[in-house]
């Protein structure tokens, strides 16, 4: 029992420094349509995994360690509050289909729309402003290809968990 506990631990370290690893190799790559803040999301690969292989609160501490660590290493404070507002909204949502028959890729996609919703939220508040909800026809159009892809790549590397978990136990 206790052996399980160190490698569940040893497995969220892992999956921390993935996403972080991740969020510092996304800052690096030019992504750029003409749509300021819009990001691959490479980071929520991993938390989208986590959601489907680990527990709930394992996945969403990982999701909140992510931003904070991102945030303050290559961020601000700004940052931070956009990210965490989205990154909240997308762990819930996505939390809450998982539950539904929708497939790992249809709750990608919600998360990465709920994701930018939450930083459009973020930003009408900070800017004291509605009119910056016109950006999030743009953004929810992101969302769902970002999401598209995080959760195509998300369900190949689940299936491929649980073809090993099934070779282990038999």
């Not at 998360?111 to 953004?139: D, P």
């Not at 995080?150 to 038999?170: F, H, Q, Y």
Request: positive net charge; contains cysteine.
């Amino acid at each position: 029992m206790r052996n399980d506990k160190v490698k569940r631990i040893a497995l969220f370290g892992l999956m921390v420094a993935l996403a972080f690893t991740f969020s510092y190799l996304e800052s690096l790559i030019p992504f750029n349509f003409g749509i300021p803040g819009v990001k691959l999301g490479l980071a929520n690969l991993v938390v989208t995994v986590a959601l489907y292989t680990m527990k709930p609160y394992e996945a969403f501490s990982i999701a909140i360690i992510r931003i904070f660590l991102a945030g303050l290493t290559f961020g601000n404070a700004y940052s931070i509050a956009y990210s965490l507002c989205g990154g909240i909204l997308s762990f819930v949502i996505m939390l809450a289909f998982k539950k539904s028959k929708l497939s790992i890729i249809g709750v990608s996609m919600l998360g990465g729309v709920f994701h930018n919703v939450g930083q459009i939220l973020v930003a009408m508040v900070l800017m004291s402003t509605i009119s910056i909800a016109y950006y999030l026809i743009a953004l929810l159009v992101t969302g769902l290809v970002t999401g598209l892809l995080i959760g195509i790549i998300s369900k190949l590397i689940v299936n491929r968990i649980e073809k090993i978990d099934k070779k282990r136990s038999s």
